[in-house]
């Protein structure tokens, strides 16, 4: 038989910069050939060789409530009928704005746009337009799009600037760009002593999702507050993945950190592309076309994309959702730990809400350097193992995964048991 997803594979690379317009999705990191999907319900996908995979990834973390909702389907097919999008404002962004600002609480307006990426970027510049200061901080591991400013890595010493990760971003571009350790309380505090008087905002994932899933210590989480109080810096949470993913208020409301500003996206979307970032009126109110820091977009406040993400937040609001996927999330974790543990295989996993992720090492990780000695060889072994047996988890071991409402006891019951016999081949 053909396999049909190599066949895509191979016309996709001929028009596609290798053969993806997302790089994760290239299999790079596991090696193989990307599976292309067909269609998706509830919480499945299948390829173009018709094979039915267990979905972990949820579309990166939209796809809360699991794929085809029938009520998220209802208001997008409604939506369509009245238009795709019309360059000019709708009740609907009213609606899907309110419904944000009820639920969280640090928020008292907001912008919507497109994109993740394009969140952080305005947060970032509406960050410098308020505070007149240019120097931004972040961490090794967090990402936060791809804009340039934030594609950056750690530098050589303490508290030293940042460089490029990638080509066509030049030196002075990051020149502003303070890039230091996740969770080390030290480098934090000589970070603001040394330029606390320059630094515009402090951007980072309270709960990171794009070095697996590692965690801002509580320490760490209220110290970022203290410091850019105290040094009159704005602290942005970019909780695009984390947004209505690990509770109904947050990583903020996990934590019970406030952040100035917070960046949003996938799951206010549902699945279709929208981002928004928000804060205090007054900081706010410095956004075009009240005040002078600049941003716009066409499509930003799509009227499909607002019903689509208004049908999902109803449906996370119920009363005891976040009950029940916390302990299906809980479950599946605490079932690959007891499955490595009888087979001999160094694992450690953590949870919250919706969003999980698992390490093939004893301890778990506090920050980038740590996550990146997890043996990539293992990992990779694991990955089409689960594939192979119809369990997707996502390509690349820095990377976190994803659990719907959709997902039965039978699903997580059988990913645990593919894993076990995974393990024991080992």
């Not at 110290?223 to 509770?247: K, N, P, S, W, Y």
């Not at 295989?345 to 969003?355: L, T």
Request: some cysteine.
């Amino acid at each position: 038989m053909t396999d049909q997803n190599d066949l895509l594979f191979e016309r996709a690379r001929a028009v596609i910069p290798g053969g993806v317009n997302s790089p994760v999705r290239a299999f790079k990191a596991v090696g193989g050939t990307p599976r292309f999907i067909q269609r998706a319900q509830g919480a499945y996908f299948w390829d173009a060789n018709d094979k039915r995979y267990i979905d972990y990834i949820g579309s990166w973390g939209p796809m809360i409530l699991g794929h085809g909702h029938p009520a998220v389907v209802e208001a997008v097919q409604k939506a369509v009928l009245e238009g795709f999008s019309y360059g000019a404002p709708t009740e609907r962004e009213i609606e899907l704005a309110e419904a944000i600002l009820a639920l969280v609480p640090s928020m008292e307006m907001v912008r919507l746009v497109s994109s993740g990426t394009e969140a952080a970027m305005s947060a970032l510049r509406l960050a410098r337009g308020a505070t007149g200061r240019k120097t931004i901080l972040k961490f090794e591991g967090c990402y936060h799009g791809h804009a340039d400013a934030l594609l950056v890595k750690a530098g050589s010493g303490l508290a030293t600037f940042g460089n490029p990760t990638s080509a066509g971003v030049p030196p002075e571009v990051v020149q502003h760009t303070l890039v230091l350790e996740y969770n080390n309380l030290q480098q934090l505090d000589e970070a603001f002593a040394l330029h606390g008087k320059d630094i515009a905002c402090l951007m980072i994932e309270a709960i990171a999702g794009n070095m697996n899933f590692v965690r801002a210590t509580p320490a760490f989480a209220k110290r970022c507050r203290e410091l850019c109080t105290q040094h009159g810096a704005l602290l942005i949470f970019d909780e695009v993945m984390t947004g209505f993913r690990v509770g109904l208020h947050g990583a903020q409301g996990v934590l019970g950190v406030t952040p100035d500003l917070t960046v949003l996206g996938k799951v206010i979307g549902g699945g279709m592309p929208l981002a928004a970032f928000g804060g205090p009126r007054a900081i706010m109110e410095q956004l075009a076309p009240l005040g002078p820091v600049y941003q716009a977009g066409t499509l930003s406040g799509n009227p499909v994309a607002t019903a689509c993400g208004l049908a999902t937040l109803k449906e996370i609001s119920k009363p005891g959702f976040y009950e029940a996927l916390a302990k299906k999330t809980r479950t599946l974790v605490d079932g690959l730990k007891a499955a490595a543990a009888a087979e001999g295989q160094p694992f450690n996993a953590d949870s919250e809400g919706g969003m999980f992720g698992f390490f093939l090492m004893n301890e778990l990780p506090q920050n980038y350097a740590t996550v990146m000695t997890t043996d990539n060889a293992q990992f990779n072994a694991l990955f089409h193992g689960l594939l192979d047996r119809g369990v997707y988890i996502a390509p690349a071991l820095y990377e976190a995964g994803f659990v719907s409402a959709a997902h039965s006891e039978d699903d997580i019951a059988a990913t645990i048991a593919a894993a076990r016999e995974i393990f024991s081949k080992r």
